[in-house]
């Protein structure tokens, strides 16, 4: 053995070099919620400096208690359990996951997956079974048919519809001999199954060759291996070195185009003839018919080699050989993949085969299962993609595409550019070449079953069943997380309305209207009651619809125009006049008192504990309200998430120890509130539900009229 390179400089350490120069970048939701906290700190500081200016100088407050009261304000604006709840909603997504094939390496890369807007997937045990079966054997004078499905060896090989014997059939005889020595694989049988131990091309061989009554025990005993010359990706083809008696052969399998560039003759009728040129416009004409069937095909070719040989090199043995034919094997779409498919256009989601396969076969492949369809599919070879600039390769990246022949080390640039034009990329891969392009993707998935362990430690995630649709799935969560987190942040806003329009009313009556809450009341809130059904609601399921609207652009936020209005101008106002409902209905309870209202004594701590008390109430409402955005609350259940019931029931248990417990009425300044009010306090959250759902009846008429 001659060695010209070590360590960095042989093919894996440039592969592990490429892969190292991938620096790590915070990922999209990293990026959103450090924009959200600027947001929240910037609303909150300038809350608290505008009520700390007007408590002092418009209402003639001690600068102490401005200071606290702005202080409170300003706690009251910023979410305390986003965190928790984003921590909380990525978990139990990866737990979710996990139970859908999907093994998720990092928390993060959970929301990564709901904004994917290309997936580039290989074809060949993804998007398809990986279990190949020859259906077609052809040599360049006949053509055979075999039946059966899979790894069980039950089925015939016939010619015109006759059953052949193999002796008879000299040519298609050697076809099988050079197809099952030049082979690593084995078929076990176990418990009435057969197992695939090895390459599914080569699995494929072994039941032909089972199928055809080949005794392939005596041939091997017959033909013992001497060498071989194992398949790359390069060459596409794979060698070896037979002694049989005082006769020596290289039996050579691969690729049509990559086995004929090493042909100079042909087998016919067990006669060697010169390959011109008529003949291999024949084979390749025959290669692109399988092709356009959605056919793997495999050519193959031997030679006697010179008995004194002693170097068996790629260069002084693979020439001039001797075309002998093909085969051609279905490999059918993994179950519900076109569905997947299906789901994945409705939302918005490009797919992109990068396969190592022929081109007419990929496009064949990608026509069945739906990934393109119409005139406009370009079918990019390796070599083609190698000859593009980056301009032009980003213009194909346009349109519906596939890339054929393509080297694993060519996923690195494809998605490089991909994320250039600003999409989010999720990759495929299961060799040590993918390792770049898995780095590199934004979602880098690795195949559990036939994935090297170099794939699975550059990717974010890995697929335990090699299954497609375990993508689609794991992007459906991770919209779903998000979608929770928007849910999280609408629910703990909604409650600084009508913490902050108490204190609002107290600076524009000058202090003739006391604060209807208390800064310790407010704290209570945010730091007690709202906290679990807050939590809660990262638990909520996906809901309808989700995947039939594309990925959330970069430049959309957590927190938008929409959010704010319709926490603070919906579920907010509504709270708010509740809330300081509750606070008059006490103080004229004994008749209409004078102004300015009294600011202690039984009343005023009476007219606080139910504000208080009607703002929890009211979040019980929003708490249901925000489960969904537009279905209906009827429709998924009021009882579907236990944990938003917990919640509730928390809330209202943590409010009954606050205004009964004697030393929590000291540090919050409640106090008993008559049973009547506490019936009256359980009808708050029904208006504000029916409210809402009228509001998501119209919202939803509107939307099935367009």
């Not at 048919?145 to 519809?161: A, F, L, M, Q, R």
């Not at 107290?506 to 003739?512: E, I, K, T």
């Not at 504000?688 to 998501?696: A, F, G, M, S, V």
Request: charged share 20%; glycine share 6%; net charge neutral.
């Amino acid at each position: 053995m001659l060695v010209t390179q070590t360590g960095m400089k042989t093919e894996f350490g440039q592969i592990a070099s490429l892969t190292g120069s991938v620096a790590a970048t915070p990922s999209p939701l990293e990026k959103e919620l450090n924009v959200l906290t600027k947001q929240l700190s910037l609303i909150a500081i300038v809350i608290g400096v505008i009520f700390f200016l007007a408590a002092v100088f418009f209402v003639k407050n001690p600068v102490v208690e401005s200071f606290i009261f702005a202080l409170g304000m300003m706690v009251a604006f910023i979410p305390e359990g986003l965190l928790p709840t984003v921590t909380l909603s990525l978990a139990l997504a990866v737990q979710t996951m996990a139970k859908k094939n999907a093994l998720v390496k990092h928390l993060n890369s959970v929301e990564t997956l709901g904004e994917t807007s290309v997936i580039c997937s290989d074809k060949t045990g993804t998007l398809t079974k990986n279990q190949m079966t020859v259906e077609k054997v052809w040599l360049p004078y006949a053509q055979y048919e075999v039946s059966g499905t899979g790894y069980t060896p039950n089925g015939i090989v016939t010619k015109d519809s006759m059953r052949i014997e193999l002796a008879k059939e000299k040519d298609l005889l050697q076809l099988i001999r050079i197809g099952t020595l030049d082979n690593d694989s084995a078929i076990q049988q176990t418990d009435q199954e057969y197992q695939l131990v090895g390459s599914p091309d080569e699995g494929s061989l072994l039941i032909l060759a089972d199928k055809a009554d080949y005794a392939l025990a005596e041939e091997k005993e017959r033909y013992q291996r001497l060498s071989e010359l194992p398949f790359d990706s390069k060459r596409k083809r794979m060698s070896t070195i037979h002694q049989q008696q005082n006769d020596r052969f290289i039996f050579t399998k691969g690729g049509i185009t990559e086995v004929l560039e090493c042909c100079t003759y042909f087998l016919l009728n067990g006669e060697i003839k010169p390959l011109d040129d008529v003949r291999k416009k024949q084979i390749l004409d025959q290669n692109d018919i399988f092709a356009k069937e959605g056919l793997r095909k495999l050519a193959f070719a031997y030679r006697r080699l010179n008995p004194d040989e002693t170097e068996y090199s790629i260069e002084k043995t693979e020439n001039q050989l001797v075309f002998v034919g093909i085969t051609a094997s279905q490999d059918p779409p993994r179950e519900n993949v076109i569905e997947a498919i299906k789901k994945c256009h409705a939302a918005s989601i490009r797919i992109i085969m990068v396969t190592g396969d022929y081109g007419l076969t990929a496009e064949s492949i990608a026509r069945k299962i739906g990934i393109v369809e119409g005139d406009d599919v370009r079918v990019v070879t390796g070599d083609q993609l190698s000859a593009m600039s980056d301009d032009e390769l980003k213009e194909n990246l346009t349109h519906q595409i596939i890339f054929a022949r393509v080297a694993p080390e060519q996923k690195y640039r494809i998605v490089s550019l991909l994320q250039s034009l600003g999409e989010i990329v999720a990759s495929t891969g299961d060799g040590v070449n993918d390792a770049p392009a898995l780095k590199k993707a934004d979602i880098g998935v690795a195949m559990g079953v036939t994935g090297t362990d170099v794939a699975k430690e550059a990717a974010d995630m890995i697929l335990t069943d090699d299954n497609f649709t375990s993508i689609v799935n794991a992007i459906e969560e991770g919209r779903t997380v998000y979608n929770n987190i928007r849910k999280f942040l609408l629910y703990i806003l909604n409650s600084n309305m009508p913490e902050a329009f108490p204190s609002i009313l107290f600076l524009l009556s000058r202090g003739m209207i006391p604060l209807p809450l208390t800064v310790m009341q407010i704290l209570s809130i945010d730091l007690g009651t709202d906290m679990l059904p807050a939590l809660s609601l990262a638990t909520e399921k996906t809901e309808p619809g989700m995947m039939n609207k594309p990925p959330r652009k970069r430049t959309d936020h957590l927190l938008t125009k929409k959010l704010i209005w319709k926490a603070f101008g919906w579920y907010g106002l509504m709270a708010s006049v509740i809330s300081i409902g509750a606070y008059f209905v006490i103080n004229y309870s004994d008749g209409w008192p004078t102004v300015p209202l009294a600011s202690t004594g039984k009343t005023y701590v009476m007219a606080t504990t139910m504000t208080l008390a009607a703002i929890v109430f009211s979040q019980i409402g929003a708490v249901f309200n925000c489960r969904t955005e537009k279905e209906s609350l009827f429709k998924i259940g009021f009882f579907s998430n236990k944990r938003v019931l917990l919640g509730i029931l928390f809330e209202i248990c943590l409010l009954a120890a606050l205004i009964n417990i004697p030393f929590l009425q000291d540090a919050f300044s409640t106090t008993n509130i008559p049973l009547i009010a506490w019936f009256g306090l359980a009808l708050i959250p029904i208006p504000i539900i029916l409210l809402e759902e009228l509001r998501k009846a119209i919202l939803r008429h509107r939307t099935s009229v367009k």
